[in-house]
């Protein structure tokens, strides 16, 4: 009772603290997140509206008699066409897990000599990395498809994972974050003669965490949005992933509510695991940001 | 040439020292092997992907090539019809790319930082929240953000826009926000600033939350009397680091926008060019004329932009280590 009492006091006490600025900047900035939030309420409610409340005038903003119609339709309705939805939804869970396993691994391979090696060319590397942090690759498609195609993956798995593998950002962020590991203790499991595959396994690795995390979110939402490598590198309909799927619905869509159900539904799908992840790892991302100068 | 490079350089993040690459190559192999090892994966892939794209676009743009014959080299002949023949690239690429980057880059980078201070300025339990809120607009990148955006602008009276504007009855017809082509470039920009809160927002708010509390203790003494110059003499020095890094996010992830255009309108080109950014002008002589010798040219052009936007960042926010 005496330790509840206490507790009511401090947390009575901290409120208190709270100064008029900090109220006015708590309502201001909560209805700037309601705003920011609201197109993505939206989109909740529209994928669950059954097909008939998609019509109503004026149109409602919370979905009345909520169903899983839309979702149901999506794999029923596509059950029959040539490529059901759920084979675009399994392609891109492949498709995404490969890119995050393959392009955490390699940034952090690659960040950690970076970071704490001497070695010719070093210098020359990261400031590559550097560079092309400020290109996008989707500004050279054309030949990244000559690229691809000269390598035979066209239509194949590694079309969609390769091309995105390579992360000049995630590299960039854990190289920035090994950095912050001292030296002397890298230095005194090697006098105690662990080997260098094991310091890096049994020291970078676990320390540098909140970065690979950070990768992951970041890897994990490229792959999973993006239809550039189903519409230039994938010709077969069966090899194509959901964002792909979501755009052909979506074709439609500017001027006519009939299937905005089923997009809303499907872009659901492609939301809601970006979310989720990020939710899990967020306070990993935060500490692995606070490393993330260019100095 | 072979005197040793690291005495005159200056600024060793921008000129790496070349000379190191060419002195004995196999015997730097044999010692640094592990180095080399560890690197490699990521290397092959980052060559692969983005270095010898990057070269061949510009190898292409020099010539003439329709994906059928071989490639014939051309000179300049690109180049000069980019900058002289190419009306729609003047008229409509340029300034739309101009007007959309000047709104959506700066204005975004700023908002972005004053949206990350004052989420740092509230209690610590609640950030939290306020980030998610801000950051998850960013998730919806690509298709799922037309979907979203298409919900509200939708151009029939059952839209949330064109519905409640009739129903307050600033207009007397429902419009159609995302085809029409006085509307188009006004939502594009909209859209995008709303999911531009992504990698660089976090960072700006990691920087804030990093600053070192003595700073601002130290500044009180020095005299320091309000927010205002709190944020200017000492926020803002002491993470610019992250101001750079967000910075070069912001370039990059407004130049490379070009999408959104097409999902909104479902049509590249958009309706009356109205959202022809520089991407889409690429988009449309490579995919769809196979012009892609001329795409390349106009992908030149953007990476040269984008670069040198960047290095203006550099020279606000790089640290001089002369």
């Known amino acids: 009772m005496q330790a509840w009492n206490n507790a009511l006091r ?187 595959h094991m310091i890096f396994l049994k020291i970078v690795i676990p320390l540098c965490m909140p970065a690979v995390a950070t990768t992951a979110i970041l890897s994990f939402q490229s792959a999973w949005s993006t239809d550039e490598t189903s519409t230039l590198f994938m010709e077969n309909e069966t090899m194509k992933t959901l964002p792909f799927f979501v755009n052909t619905l979506t074709n439609q869509l500017a001027n006519n509510v009939a299937n905005q159900g089923a997009a809303a539904a499907a872009a659901l799908l492609l939301f809601i695991p970006n979310f989720i992840i990020f939710l899990l790892l967020q306070r990993k991302v935060i500490t692995t940001m606070m490393h993330s100068g260019i100095k | 040439m072979s005197s040793p490079a690291s005495g005159t350089i200056q600024q060793p993040m921008e000129r790496p020292k070349q000379i190191a690459v060419i002195t004995p190559f196999v015997q730097a192999i044999k010692q640094h092997w592990l180095s080399y090892l560890f690197v490699a994966p990521f290397l092959i892939t980052f060559i692969l992907f983005i270095v010898i794209p990057t070269l061949a676009a510009i190898g292409l743009s020099f010539t003439y090539f329709n994906a059928i014959e071989a490639p014939k080299f051309v000179g300049w002949l690109n180049y000069r019809n980019l900058l002289t023949q190419d009306m729609v690239f003047w008229k409509y690429a340029i300034p739309n790319t101009f007007k959309f980057a000047v709104i959506v880059g700066p204005l975004g980078y700023i908002a972005g930082f004053i949206l990350a201070w004052l989420v740092s300025q509230l209690p610590a339990r609640i950030r939290v929240i306020y980030t998610l809120a801000l950051y998850t607009p960013s998730m919806t990148a690509g298709v799922a953000m037309a979907v979203v955006w298409l919900i509200v602008f939708s151009g029939d009276r059952l839209g949330y826009l064109n519905s409640f504007l009739l129903e307050v009855g600033i207009i007397d017809q429902a419009q159609l926000w995302t085809q029409d082509p006085k509307y188009l470039m006004n939502v594009m920009i909209l859209v995008t600033l709303w999911g531009s809160m992504g990698v660089g927002f976090l960072a700006l708010l990691a920087g804030i939350q990093n600053v070192d509390v003595q700073l601002y203790e130290a500044g009180k003494i020095d005299g320091i009397r309000n927010r205002l110059q709190e944020i200017w003499y000492i926020t803002i020095p002491s993470m610019k680091p992250q101001m750079l890094f967000g910075a070069v996010m912001a370039v990059v992830g407004t130049l490379k926008a070009g999408q959104i255009s097409v999902q909104l309108s479902g049509a590249n080109p958009s309706p009356q060019y109205s959202g022809h950014l520089l991407i889409n002008h690429i988009d449309d002589y490579g995919f769809i004329r196979y012009e892609m010798g001329y795409a390349s040219t106009i992908s030149v052009v953007l990476l040269v932009m984008t670069y040198l936007v960047s290095r203006l960042c550099w020279k606000l926010f790089g640290s001089k280590e002369e």
């Open chain 1, 10 to 196: 401090k947390g009575i006490g901290s409120l208190r603290k709270v100064s008029a600025f900090q109220w006015i900047l708590f309502i201001l900035m909560s209805l700037l997140a309601m705003f920011m939030l609201l197109p993505i309420v939206y989109l909740f409610n529209h994928a669950l509206k059954p097909y008939y409340e998609l019509f109503l005038y004026p149109p409602t903003f919370i979905a009345r008699n909520p169903s899983f119609q839309n979702f149901i339709d999506l794999i029923v309705v596509t059950q029959s066409s040539i490529v059901p939805m759920t084979r675009y939804l399994f392609n891109s869970i492949v498709a995404s897990l490969l890119v995050v396993v393959t392009s955490c691994l390699f940034s952090v391979l690659c960040a950690y000599p970076l970071s704490k090696h001497k070695f010719p060319g070093k210098g020359l590397i990261f400031s590559g990395i550097i560079i092309s942090l400020m290109f996008a690759p989707e500004m050279v498609g054309i030949p990244r498809y000559f690229v691809i195609s000269q390598l035979g993956i066209i239509n194949t798995y590694w079309g969609h994972v390769l091309p995105l593998v390579a992360m000049p950002v995630g590299v960039f962020l854990m190289k920035q974050f090994i950095d912050q590991i001292p030296n002397e203790l890298l230095e005194a499991s090697k006098v105690e003669g662990a080997k260098e």
